[in-house]
């Protein structure tokens, strides 16, 4: 049976990561039977573009008749000035809480072969696997009330963090699942001690967890102190349960612990829909170049396989093959030491080498 898959490439170096990714997907249709099928749709800037709309309606009815979406990047200052429902991002999490992809899993995983990328020390970086676990679709990204208003001569700009019990049950217990597979630990990281929101966040979590995870080990952490010990010791981490905007800055944080954001992939998970997006952004500084890492878009295409096509065998052997570019030296620009500097359809190339010697 075929798959089929939403490709929203996006704007800036989207397009060029996303190319990489499905050659990869080319490689193992060809190479192992893979059977996927693809269509490309345009979102972001993109969308805005070529039909008036960040979230297009022809994309939308493409990704809810998918088994899967993935995403390059969007933004740009080409789209800056735009009113705000119109701006490249608003189609982002426009198409987040249209699918209902409450999970966002960024996984950060630092490669031996990369330690000497990584701006921290060696020794505190290596054996690093860290699995973030933001909650997408809620939160102070879609609070109400929000906006601007006019107040005694000046502007107030207003943003409401808010969760609703059932919106913190469902993201806690997608963590408590999560690090039973892994190390069995979470780290809930909130500002409970000033803010109600949190509060509410810490109180939930326990709950979830003595009623339903009695058996995973639950620590709490505020998130000044979080983004402190990510760099100080960061090993002390398995799971990290966090709300959207504090998992949209730890994940930043944690991907420099592997070297470069451009190595960090992401799943973004609902009850019925999934869609798989590096956790970088557009990089409009090296946009065009050829110079982008599609490493992070590669292994989410990884994350596609195990999590939504049922093909772990694959998921692996596309992870192995990351591996294998690594250890022969191949690196992308933003990634420090290594032996030899490779564009962004270089490093995709020798992916799709790699995978191609593994089918035989
Ligand atoms: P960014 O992640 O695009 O870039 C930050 C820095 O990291 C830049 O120096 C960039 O060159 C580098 N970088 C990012 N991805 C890289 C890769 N794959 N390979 C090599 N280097 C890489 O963040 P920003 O500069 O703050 O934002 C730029 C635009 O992207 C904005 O419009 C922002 O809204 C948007 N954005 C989109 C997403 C998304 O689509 N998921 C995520 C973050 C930011
Ligand atoms: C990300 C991005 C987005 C977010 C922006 C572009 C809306 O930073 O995917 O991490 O904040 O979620
Ligand atoms: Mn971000």
Redesign the pocket.
């Known amino acids: 049976m075929s798959v089929n898959i939403t490709v929203l490439p ?1 704007d ?2 989207g397009q060029e ?1 996303v190319r990489e990714a499905l050659k990869v997907l080319d490689v193992l249709n060809r190479g192992f039977d893979l059977k996927a099928e693809w269509e490309e749709a345009a979102i972001g800037g993109d969308g805005y573009d070529r039909a008036g709309d960040p979230y297009p309606e022809e994309t939308r009815k493409l990704a809810h008749a998918s088994d899967a979406v993935l995403l390059g ?4 200052a080409k789209w800056e000035g735009l009113a705000k429902p119109l701006r ?2 608003a189609g ?1 999490l426009g198409i987040r809480a249209d699918l209902g992809l409450f999970a966002n899993y960024r996984p950060a995983k630092v490669y031996d072969q990369l330690l000497e990328a990584s701006t921290l020390k060696p020794e505190v970086v290596q054996g690093v696997d860290i699995l973030v676990v933001r909650e997408l679709v809620s939160g102070v990204y879609f609070g109400q009330p929000r906006g601007i208003v006019q107040e005694g001569g000046q502007r107030r700009g207003i943003n409401t963090m808010s969760y609703t019990e059932s919106e913190v049950e469902r993201i806690a217990r997608t963590a408590f699942a999560a690090a039973r597979l892994r190390s069995n630990r979470v780290c809930s990281v909130d500002k409970a001690n000033v803010l109600e929101v949190s509060e509410l966040w810490r109180e939930t979590v326990i709950r979830i967890k003595e009623t339903e995870f009695p058996d995973v080990e639950l620590t709490h952490m505020y998130v000044d102190n979080a983004a402190m010990q990510l760099i100080r010791n960061p090993k002390q981490f398995d799971v990290m349960v966090t709300g959207n905007l504090f998992g949209d800055i730890l994940s930043d944080e944690a991907s420099m612990l592997t070297g ?3 190595m960090l992939p992401s799943a973004s998970i609902g009850d019925k829909y999934a869609m798989y ?2 956790i ?7 946009a065009g170049q050829n ?3 599609p490493l ?1 878009t590669i292994l989410s295409v990884a994350m596609m396989l195990r999590y939504s096509l049922d093909q772990a065998g694959l998921a692996d052997k596309v992870e192995a093959a990351v591996e294998a570019v690594l250890d022969d030296g191949l690196r ?1 620009p ?1 990634l420090a030491g290594g032996s030899k500097v490779v564009s962004c359809s270089g490093m995709g190339d020798a992916v799709c080498e790699k995978l191609q010697v593994m089918a035989g």
């Open positions: 996006g800036g170096i990561i990047a969007v933004g740009g490249p991002e982002l470069s954001i451009g997006e590096p970088h952004g557009s990089a409009p500084d090296i110079k982008a890492n992070a992308t933003d």
